[in-house]
């Protein structure tokens, strides 16, 4: 057996610690991604959510962080219930990780909870469920107030087409029609648990569940059912595109900003503080959507 050798922020075996002195903090984080570059740090570009955080935290630490998320998200794309992790020698009270890290960041990025968490948990890793929720903007003209926050659409949607196309995606499948062609995946089989539609005052909101995503999943899905919706396809095409395991079956890839990751599920035993999946713009706990 390999002996355990700790690795920053990586995972922990089970009956292994972390080094002396060192503790491992758990964020709770929302952020607007319009103007980011994405989550990912990148080498030219400093604008991004990673970057944002670990310049904050590293102020707080008074030493060097770095980080661990549950789930990377593209430009463009938001999250309300995006979790972190990071390893740090820094002995802080949850006080300075949330009011302290907030009055480093630019206003379109906030933690909302913090706490000390078992070596043994992982941001991504330990992660069971994650759901995320797409925005769909369907009238005549777009909205002035939340141009980049949801999709805009002027034609007509029609919900009950659009749920008949979805039923084909539930379940363990390979999604390969619905992977990015830049995916790093090892294997495009994942298990949609929950793919939700319904109306939210004038939007109409996708709220999707799987266990893990493969690249662009969630817009691919959105994007083959915004086309089934508009009468350009039949729902029984979703299950054409899906059978093909083929990108270009259906290229159609909805845009960034209408897309929120909202939630992230870990194992029973561990307990996380809970906020509400938002965004602000759909007041429903998870499993709201669908029912009206």
Not at 250 to 263: C, I, N, Q
Not at 277 to 288: A, D, N, R, T
Request: glycine share 8%; net charge positive; with cysteine.
């Amino acid at each position: 057996m390999k002996k355990y050798e700790y690795k920053p922020n990586g995972e922990v075996p089970p009956g292994e610690t972390l080094p002396e002195g060192l503790r491992r903090v758990a964020l709770g984080v929302e952020y607007c991604g319009t103007r980011m570059r994405g989550f990912q740090k990148q080498k030219h570009d400093r604008l991004t959510v990673q970057e944002t955080l670990e310049q904050a935290l590293s102020r707080v630490a008074a030493e060097p962080v770095t980080l661990v998320c549950a789930g990377r998200t593209d430009a463009g794309v938001h999250a309300t219930g995006q979790v972190i992790h990071f390893d740090t020698r820094a002995a802080r009270p949850t006080k300075a990780w949330v009011q302290g890290v907030n009055t480093q960041m630019p206003f379109d990025v906030r933690v909302h909870w913090a706490q000390e968490v078992p070596p043994q948990f992982h941001a991504r890793f330990s992660a069971q469920r994650r759901t995320y929720r797409y925005l769909i903007h369907s009238a005549p003209t777009r909205s002035a107030q939340a141009a980049s926050e949801v999709t805009w659409t002027e034609r007509h949607l029609d919900l009950d087409a659009m749920r008949a196309g979805a039923a084909h995606l539930i379940g363990e499948h390979d999604f390969s029609s619905f992977r990015a062609a830049q995916c790093q995946a090892k294997s495009p089989v994942r298990r949609l648990i929950q793919l939700d539609i319904g109306r939210v005052g004038q939007l109409i909101v996708l709220e999707v569940s799987a266990t893990a995503f493969l690249h662009h999943m969630v817009r691919n899905i959105a994007g083959v059912l915004m086309a089934v919706a508009r009468g350009d396809h039949p729902p029984e095409w979703v299950g054409d595109v899906l059978a093909a395991r083929d990108r270009s079956a259906a290229s159609v890839t909805a845009p960034p900003h209408g897309l929120y990751l909202v939630d992230v599920q870990y194992p029973e035993s561990i307990v996380l503080p809970q906020t509400e999946p938002g965004p602000l713009l759909v007041p429903l706990p998870l499993g709201g959507v669908g029912r009206g």
